[in-house]
C-alpha cells in the first residue's frame, strides 16, 4: 500500500497533486510520502512484536537526512555501509547505539569513527578485518560488539547483482568456517562477540531462501553456543521484495517473513535485527518526469523524457521494470500507444521501457515513475552534466524541499582549473 492515488483526475501524494510539485520546482524531481514510510516501518515493527528486536533502515537504498530522521523518530535503527552513511545517520539524530556497520571493506578511518561516535555493533566481513579492527580498538582503549557475517551458501533466486548469500558472492565467511573464526575472534582483544549476521540478497520474492538460510544460522548459534560463545543477537539482513509491477503477485508481508523468522530463530532466545530498505521506502517515492518529445521511428515510437539513466540508474543497471504512469487519469477506454521510454543522455542504455503500452502522451505532459523511492536518488550522478535531482518530503496536505536541485554555478564551482593551464 502507498498513499499515491488519482483523485479529481489527477495524480496525488497524500493531499498534494503532484502536478502542483512538477509546476513549482521543475522536472525531474523525487517525492516520498511521509504516510507511506510510517505505515511500513510499522509493519516490520509488528511482524517482530513477539520479540526483542530493533528494526534498522538500510541507509544505502535512501540516505536523505529527511527520510532518516523521520524513520529515527520512530524508534528505527540504522544498516550503514560507509563512513559517510554513518554521519548522516548521526546527523539525522540517531544515536550509536541504533547503528550496525556492515560493509565489505570498512577502513580504519571508518571504523575509528564509528568506534568514537558510537555504535551498536559492527557486522564484521573477513578474519582481516576483524584483525584490524581488534589492533585499532586496542589501541584506544575500547571494546566493540561484533557479530560476523556468515555466508550460507542459499541461492535467493534474485537478480545475480543483488544476491549476496551464495558461495561465490563476496560477501561473509563461509559457514562451514564460520565456528574457528568466532574462536579466533573470542580470543581477540578489543572484541565483543554479541551474535551471528546473515543477508542472502536485495528483491526477494520467496520466503523459502530465508527459511533455509535461516535454518543454517540456528544451527550455528546452537554449535556457538555449545563452543561457550554468549549469542545473543542474530542479524537476519533484510532484502524481502516490493511490487515494481502493479500487474504481478504481490510479495510476501512483513507479518509472513517475521512468521519465518519466528518458526526458524524464535526458540533461540535472541534479540533480533533486521534491515529492511527497499520494502520500507520503494514504494513510498515516485520520480516525475515530463515529456520533452514523441518521436516516430522506423518500426517503434520514442517517448523522450527529461529524466535519464543517470537520474533513475535501475533499469539500465539491473533491466529493472518500473510502472510509468501519467499525472493526468486517463480516461476509461482511452486509447493506448506503444513506445519505448527513453532519456535524453547519450547512451542507447538510457532506456526505461521498451514497448510500453502507454495512453497518448504528448510534449509537456507529466509522468510518474512509481516505486522509486529506493535505489534512486541514492544511485544518481551528473552524467553528461546533468544537475542531481531535486528531493521532496511530502506529509498531508504540504511539502518540503529536502535536497534542492544544484544550480549549474554550484556544480562549476566544484572544478578548478590549475593555474599554469
Partial sequence: MDHFNYRDGTLHAEEVPLSRIAAELGTPVYVYSAATLRRHFGLFREALDWTDHLVC?????NSNLAVLKLLGDMGAGMDVVSGGEYLRARAAGVPGERIVFSGVGKTLAEMRLAIEGG???VNIESEPEMRALSGLATSMGAEVPVAIRVNPDVDAGTHEKIATGRSDNKFGI????ARDVYAEAAGLPGLRVVGVDVHIGSQLTDLDPYRAAYAKVADLARALRADGHAISRLDLG??????????????PLPLEYGRVIRETVGDLGCEIEIEPGRNIVGNAGVLL??????KEGAGRDFLIVDAAMNDLLRPAMYGAHHDIVPLVEPRPGAGLRRVDVVGPICESGDTFQKGAELPVLGAGDLVAFRSAGAYGAVMASEYNSRPLVPEVLVSGDHFAVIRPRPTFEEMLARDSIPEWL
Avoid: W
Fill in 289 to 294: 518526469a515530463q515529456v520533452i518529445y514523441l
Fill in 174 to 177: 563461509p559457514i562451514a568456517r
Fill in 238 to 251: 533484510g532484502g524481502l521484495g516490493i511490487p515494481y509491477r502493479r500487474d504481478n503477485n504481490a510479495p
Fill in 119 to 121: 555504535i551498536r555493533q
Fill in 57 to 61: 533502515f538500510a541507509v544505502k537504498s
